[in-house]
């Protein structure tokens, strides 16, 4: 047989990757580029395949999450007596009982004691895990679980967040990996807003929002051989088996996460929770297998959610729409047991050209449930900052925001002064204008109307930051001409699965047909999550690598099975620094009835520049996806916090509003040519650049509609309605 098998797929490229590749050649029409569906849709849409919670297991016990009520306080007792009687109780966990846990077992920004679960009667806030119910079957588990009582020693709480309170300081750490650079301070911000012809100084509030994965969160953990086993929901298996190695002290060796299929993330799954946590203690100390599934209550009181921001944006700029001075203070809410950074300043750093850049984040330790990262964080909310003040901008200036934009485009990173591998916004931006049809728009405000309704178009542009973190794969090459390749990666349901199948057959010069794809357990080495928009690239990379590896060592008996690694720390540290972004522009059209306050997006278009295209029809959803999660974050998503207790009042998909099919128009979502230099495939990251962007567009078409600033997020009816009668 041929070593060297050179038959690619015959469906054509669909992408145009040749033009204006700096020095990179382009590559082969392969298997990349062709649209094709998900592997496992059929087993998915047909209910063959398990998650987490649907795995049988025999001899199985299920635990029950106990949470606080309070939002700050001691627990005085818990009282198991009456848990303890009841029928299939097999016992109860606490701070009292529960094993020891690594105290210095840190997160993504170091030291994290909200890890430390059920280690102390210390409660820093509502919803905090106080107590894990154990029994045979889940019924008896929450039954027992209502029996528990718990009464606390309170203390008062602080969960009253603002740019203005007392405890607003500069954001203390950076994470362990290189996602966020410093504070800008390029030019002097003062000195250009003091010279300018108009200038923009607006707050933009955006609130809590939780992830809302359709699969809650769902942890089956058991001993085996002396070695934790763990069937778990997660976006990348390696990390949280590290970190349940770290925090149980266990050799890393010991511990064996899967998660083969994952019913959404979108941030939530990066990090261990007390789903995890728990499960292993009560494996450890009932020595069964135990499953702990969090109800969507528990997920809202448990799991990380994006913090409220609350941002100060300064942009002064010339009569003829130069921008002399971006100056970006944004803070957001962060917990006092766990460092945080919800960077949203990115855009701010590079999507502009402008004199004077400063930014300024700001965090506000509150006694709240930890943040974390949740679709797009930072530049989802600070989008909504930087691209309302720039239609703020373009409305003094009495200019069209479209040429606001262009006229601003820098040559080179304006605060890293680094060049851009690839930057091709301009494109977004000019391409989502003529298939918009923004030409002609006229610029003032409430000029359209359609009866009742007023009629308003807005536009915003975006970045996501690109790159990749290193991973390892394998690939075997099996006698009967197949290939087996395994990668530590996580398919939450973005199609990763089908994407890295045909990335793999790409590199291997094969059909997809002849890939077999080993995915979604920490056995297979490190790699890095499905998170970051780095989840393809850094996996392809590792892939590729073993492809090249393989094809090189492929030359002397092939009728031997032949098995290659590649780990991609060394080549990703040659890779020179440079601005490395995906781009879109995004474009809305709503009606607003202004009797009743209802904003309903008519329209949706995002163009995007994500690099060379894997999967159209998966790139396609992802970025459509995404805006419908921006087109949520603008109108419906709020996380509500009662003031007096300092709890989370609308913790399930009744009071917390997501976009529902009814409330989403035809979204468009398509690319234009891009390819990334700095990458093996030219690939860039189409993860989450969806999620950005859309809800500026989305209040910039308000204010369009209506004259109208929203400044607070989600522009909810009752901000919107008029002429409201004297309260
Ligand atoms: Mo994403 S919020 O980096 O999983």
Redesign the pocket.
């Known amino acids: 047989m041929n070593a060297f098998p050179t038959s690619a797929s015959s469906a054509p490229a669909v992408q145009s990757v040749s033009d204006g590749l700096r020095g990179t050649r382009a590559p082969a029409p392969g298997a990349l580029g062709v649209a094709r569906p998900r592997i496992e849709g059929a087993d998915k849409v047909t209910g063959r395949v398990r998650y987490a919670a649907d795995q049988p297991m025999s001899d199985l016990a299920h635990g029950w999450v106990v949470t606080s009520t309070v939002s700050r306080g001691r627990i005085r007792d818990i009282d198991t007596s009456a848990a303890l009687a009841m029928p299939g109780v097999l016992g109860v966990i606490d701070h009292r009982t529960a094993p020891r846990l690594n105290p210095r077992a840190a997160g993504l920004y170091g030291p994290d004691d909200g890890l430390q679960l059920l280690q102390d009667e210390v409660i820093a806030h509502a919803g905090r895990p106080v107590a894990l119910v154990v029994a045979e079957t889940p019924e008896q588990a929450r039954a027992a679980a209502l029996a528990l009582s718990v009464s606390y020693d309170e203390e008062p709480h602080d969960t009253d967040f603002s740019l203005d309170h007392p405890a607003a300081r500069p954001v203390a750490v950076r994470p362990t990996l290189p996602l966020f650079d410093e504070d800008a301070n390029v030019g002097d911000a003062d000195a250009e807003l003091a010279a300018s012809a108009v200038v923009v100084d607006e707050r933009y509030r955006t609130p809590e929002m939780h992830a809302g994965a359709m699969e809650p969160h769902s942890t089956t953990a058991w001993w085996e051989d002396g070695r934790l086993q763990v069937i778990d929901c997660n ?1 990348g298996p390696f990390l949280i088996a590290q970190m349940l190695a770290t925090l149980f002290s266990l050799d890393p060796k010991q511990v064996r996460v899967r998660a083969e299929h994952v019913g959404g ?3 939530s799954k ?1 990090l261990i929770g007390p789903h995890q946590i728990l499960a292993v203690m009560a494996t450890t100390l009932f020595q069964r297998p135990v499953r702990v599934t969090l109800t969507r209550s528990q997920v809202f009181q448990t799991i990380a959610m994006r913090p409220a921001t609350d941002q100060r944006m300064r942009i002064g700029a010339d009569a003829d729409g130069r921008l002399r001075a971006i100056d970006h203070t944004p803070a957001f809410e962060l917990s006092k047991l766990t460092e945080y950074i919800e960077y949203c300043t990115e855009l701010t750093k590079t999507l502009y050209a402008a004199t004077a850049i400063r930014t300024r984040l700001t965090a506000v330790p509150l006694d709240i449930l930890p943040p974390f ?5 930072g530049a989802a909310p600070g989008s909504f900052a930087l691209e309302s003040a720039m239609d703020e901008v373009a409305e003094r200036l009495g200019m069209d925001p479209l040429e606001l934009r262009l006229h601003n485009e820098p040559a080179v990173g304006p605060v890293s002064g680094l060049p851009f591998s690839r930057r091709n916004l301009v494109a977004c931006l000019r391409e989502g204008a003529r298939r918009f049809g923004w030409a002609g728009r006229d610029h003032r405000p409430r000029t359209r109307r359609e009866g009742h309704l007023l009629v308003g178009t807005g536009l915003a542009a975006t970045s996501f930051m690109a790159g990749a973190f290193p991973s390892s794969a394998s690939i075997t090459a099996e006698t009967d001409g197949t290939y087996t390749v395994a990668i530590g990666a996580s398919d939450i349901g973005t199609g990763a699965r089908t994407a890295l199948t045909a990335v793999a057959a790409d590199a291997l010069r094969v059909d997809p047909g002849r890939i077999r794809l080993v995915i979604a357990d920490s056995d297979l080495g490190p790699a890095w ?5 780095r989840g393809t690239t850094s996996w392809s990379w590792a892939i590729t690598e073993a492809a090249h590896k393989l094809l090189a060592a492929r030359s002397d008996d092939p009728t031997l099975p032949l098995t290659v690694s590649a780990e991609t720390r060394e080549s990703l540290g040659k890779v020179s620094r440079m601005e490395r972004h995906s781009y879109s522009a995004v474009f809305a059209e709503v009606t607003v009835d202004p009797a009743t306050g209802e904003v309903r997006v008519r329209r949706l278009l995002g163009m995007f520049a994500v690099g060379r295209v894997v999967n159209p029809l998966l790139a396609r959803s992802q970025a459509v996806g995404g805006m419908v999660t921006g087109l949520s974050m603008a109108l419906h998503e709020e996380g509500v916090r009662d003031p007096v207790t300092g709890r989370n009042v609308n913790g399930d998909f009744a009071g917390y509003h997501i976009a529902a099919h009814a409330d989403v128009p035809d979204v468009e979502a398509d690319f234009v040519p891009d390819y990334e230099p700095g990458d093996p495939s030219g690939i860039k990251g189409v ?2 650049i969806g999620a950005v962007g859309t809800s500026a567009a989305i209040a910039n078409a308000v204010w369009h509609a209506t004259g109208r600033r929203h400044r607070t997020l989600p522009i909810r009816p009752d901000r919107v309605l008029e002429e409201r009668p004297e309260r």
């Open positions: 976006q993330g979108f941030g990066t990262s949740v679709r797009g964080p999550v499905a998170g970051g928009s993860g989450e």
